[in-house]
């Protein structure tokens, strides 16, 4: 096709099919490069041109709502190609109109109506969550809420309700010193020693008088070798305050149709890990310094929006990366692919993010790897009422007589994990995250005995004042800080327990789930236990408050969803679809903490996901796995996963670039596609494999299946919904019922008190897992929640449409055939 260095320079889907075709337009084509033309933000967008060959260059007119802009594009005369970064959009429609600038009916003339949205958002939502702080240069009491705002890293305040703060730029350079730091560069405020300091960091500051002995040169992936020189842009974008560093020529000019040949043209987005619902603007918490990245060419992007710590909203994830990439392309030039990788909540903006919009990223390294964070939830809910449960009387009494080996075996059993330590971690990390008001989180205490009480001041999850947030009897209007009341927006809202109140719509439940069923038929817990494990488990109430035990029943009312909310997850793909996460290149990097709550389990729920929706194929997703801790700890361990799954990752979308190049920026491949693209060399390291515990250096990568699970620490284990009888996929939210039937425990006999208490605990039955879950349904992202909660499937893009060519439109100007043209050629 025309001019085009790889598949992302292209049209769109209409342009690309009519140059396939080895047709000639007869009428101009227009789209826009950086994004859907009906989801562009922030006022600019570059667009392209296609100009048919009746019509003389030098005759084409370009108009933006009847304005000439033909000064800001430039000609490509041998493919027939005009680009151009169109500024100042109005909020809104906007019409921009090619012409050929003769008179006639039949002269060529078309237009493409241009969407635009706020710099600050929204784009794919309806609605912004509110209160939101923005941040200050310095932490500042904020005199609406009270609260206390956030360092921005920026010099100047918010200038808007959407904390639009300007942009900022700095330069540093890599210094070519010994044993200098590789932390954040630039941090505010500069945090106290022992911490690592800004003056011994790799890099410096830099202006024109730092001598150019004393920086480093580097060789990109291109093979251009240039000083070390990286500018870093600061600035926020859809209220997140974002980071985009690229190696920078100060002495040379960049813009989005002159990049600067030392970047690569390739993005790698780091998002940032745990999980959280602050209504504060944050800096984000990654560091651009990205050495691995930088030094080779690569764009090193974040924002704090896509840090899962300061935001659990998936799509408003999805929706920021989109803003990101759009404004990259419009500032920068095109981008040839966008990588990411992440930890932890890092991995869930990642698979979530594939799964919500597909195409928005091109490949992902998810490293400590969770599917999404809505059936993670799940997990920690069992554990919280595990925990709970066992620090109970009942499970007390049946203890004992029992040493602690034998409790801690039966736990265990129960939970599904390495040890009855799992369950522990879960409580102590979040297992407050859905409360919807202040707090004082309810930890284990002694991780022997599994005691519990409560610990620290009170709190909240909003991060607000106590008197700002939801308080069932002082304040039922409150602001909710629980996770799904971030996200109204998507999910809807309905009334609250306390009279007045409104909430989110959520997925909770564990209706119908039988603890511990695996370790009945096993015969690691007694029938008497089984019976009252489920009996007194209990779930929550809509304020994430645990239920009792009902004095009729005995049985202690279970958590029950909203089933509106169960029916957007899986449409939405907040449910990470095994079908979507089969449509690009997984590398998978599986590190051990099987007694913390990275559990190597979840990254083969994963595959099972994208088994399921392929017919058993996976063969998009590599794993490897070590036992050494979470992360690679050692510059070998670190060569050896997070440099090698770069370098391998490059290799791999640098392939499908030329066997299947992608239409527009954020379009889709197929499994097969990228499956063929896969690198072949044994070098690359494209395949599952593992490193057994005792190769400290990461020297020797095993491919052997059964040699990996034989080691100690690299077997996955389970959970408790497994244990229970669910899926390995664990991406049932509520399960379908079945009636209690005494042939489904084989030989084990109730008595009939027994029976009739699981009666009492299943009154409407127990779960049947052959079945697909309520509301289970197929992913039919992306979608957009502009309308409304709920989402509706985003219709086909805007393409142009040809304009009649009588007489003159009443909104342009009328220039003759002499005005100026600039930069651009005459055929």
């Known amino acids: 096709m025309h001019c085009m260095k790889s598949s992302f320079l292209a049209l769109g889907a209409i342009l690309l099919a009519t140059a396939q075709a080895g047709e000639e337009p007869s009428n101009f084509e227009i789209a826009t490069l950086s994004n859907r033309a009906d989801l562009i933000s922030g006022g600019d967008a570059l667009v392209e041109v296609r100009v048919p060959k009746t019509v003389p260059l030098h005759q084409v007119r370009l108009l933006l709502n009847g304005r000439d802009v033909a000064a800001a594009f430039r000609t490509d005369a041998a493919a027939r190609i005009m680009r151009g970064v169109l500024t100042g959009l109005v909020q809104g429609q906007n019409e921009f109109l090619a012409d050929s600038n003769g008179r006639g009916e039949g002269r060529p003339r078309a237009s493409l109506t241009i969407t635009n949205h706020a710099i600050g958002g929204p784009v794919l939502l309806g609605s912004q969550t509110q209160p939101w702080v923005c941040a200050t240069p310095t932490p500042a009491i904020d005199p609406a809420t009270g609260a206390l705002s956030n360092a921005s890293g920026l010099t100047t305040v918010a200038i808007d309700a959407q ?135 690569f764009m090193v ?44 909540g890092g991995s869930i903006q990642q698979n979530t993010a594939a799964s919500i919009f597909p195409g928005l990223l091109d490949g992902i390294q998810p490293s400590c790897d969770y599917p999404d964070s809505i059936t993670t939830g799940m997990e920690v809910g069992d554990c919280v009422l595990l925990v709970n449960f066992y620090a109970g009387p009942e499970w007390t009494s049946l203890m004992s007589g029992n040493t602690q080996t034998q409790i801690d075996a039966k736990k265990t059993a129960i939970n599904g994990h390495l040890d009855h330590r799992g369950c522990q971690s879960w409580n102590n990390s979040f297992g407050f995250n859905n409360k919807p008001g202040n707090y004082v989180p309810t930890l284990v205490i002694n991780p022997t ?42 999910w809807g809202t309905t009334a609250g327990i306390a009279p007045g109140s409104t909430r989110a719509l959520q997925t909770g439940d564990n209706v119908g789930i039988q603890y511990g069923l695996g370790a009945l038929l096993a015969g690691a817990i007694t029938s008497e236990e089984f019976v009252t494990l489920n009996e007194r488990i209990g779930g929550v109430d809509a304020d994430s408050n645990r239920t009792a035990a009902v004095v009729t029943t005995g049985a202690a009312p279970r958590s029950m969803a909203d089933l509106p909310a169960l029916d957007i997850a899986y449409r939405a793909g907040i449910v990470s679809s095994g079908a979507n996460l089969g449509k690009l290149p997984i590398i998978d990097s599986r590190g051990w903490d099987e007694q913390g709550i990275h559990y190597i389990w979840r990254s083969f729920a994963e595959r099972a996901r994208i088994d399921a929706a392929n017919g058993g194929n996976h063969g998009n997703q590599v794993m490897w796995r070590y036992g050494t801790g979470l992360l690679p700890a050692t510059v070998a361990q670190v060569g050896a996963v997070t440099l090698k799954s770069l370098l391998t990752m490059d290799t791999w979308l640098s392939n499908l670039n030329v066997s299947a190049p992608k239409e527009t920026l954020n379009s889709v491949r197929t499994q097969a596609q990228v499956i063929l693209g896969k690198p072949a060399r044994h070098d690359d390291l494209a395949f599952d494999l593992c490193y057994l515990t005792g190769d400290t250096t990461f020297s020797n ?100 449409h040809p304009r009649s060519g009588h007489g003159r439109d009443h909104d342009e100007d009328d220039h003759d055939n002499g005005r100026d043209h600039h930069d651009r050629d005459d055929d």
């Open 301 to 344: 992007v974040d924002n704090s929006l896509t840090d899962s710590f300061f935001n659990s909203n998936r799509v408003l994830n999805a929706e920021t990366l989109m803003m990101m990439k759009e404004h990259i392309v419009d500032a920068y030039g095109e981008i040839k692919y966008t990588l990411g990788n992440g930890c932890s």
């Open 701 to 800: 990568p095993v491919t052997e299946m059964a040699a990996c699970d034989a080691d100690p620490r690299l077997p996955k284990h389970s959970s408790p919904r497994q244990v229970a009888g669910g899926p390995l996929a664990e991406n049932i939210l509520k399960c379908q019922l079945k009636p209690l039937n005494s042939v489904d425990y084989a030989r084990l006999v109730f008595s009939s008190v027994q029976w009739a208490r699981l009666q009492a605990t299943f009154p409407d039955g127990v779960c049947d897992w052959s079945e697909k879950g309520v509301g289970q349904q197929s992913a039919a992202s992306p979608l957009t929640f502009a309308d409304g909660p709920g989402g509706e499937r985003l219709p086909a893009p805007p393409v142009s």
């Open 163 to 297: 904390c639009n703060i300007a942009t900022e730029y700095k330069l540093f350079y890599r210094t070519k010193i010994a044993g200098c730091t590789t932390g954040l560069p630039d941090p505010v405020p500069v945090p106290p020693p022992p911490a690592p300091q800004p003056a011994s960091n790799c890099f410096q500051p830099y202006t024109s008088n730092v001598s150019p002995d004393l920086v480093a040169t580097t060789t990109t992936t291109a093979g251009l070798m240039v000083p070390y020189i990286v500018r870093v842009e600061r600035g926020t974008i859809n209220r997140g305050i974002y980071d985009i560093a690229v190696l920078f020529d100060p002495a040379q000019p960049w813009s989005a149709l002159a990049p600067q040949p030392q970047w690569d043209g390739k993005v790698v987005y780091t998002f940032g890990a745990s999980t959280g619902q602050p209504r504060l603007q944050f800096r984000s918490e990654q560091n651009w310094a990205d050495d691995a990245a930088l030094s080779r060419g």
């Open 449 to 490: 005995t599994g005691a519990i009480a409560p610990v620290g001041a009170p709190r909240n999850n909003c991060r607000l004042p106590a008197a700002r947030v939801y308080d069932p009897v002082g304040n039922p209007s409150g602001t909710r800080c629980g996770d799904p009341d971030l996200s109204a927006a998507v």
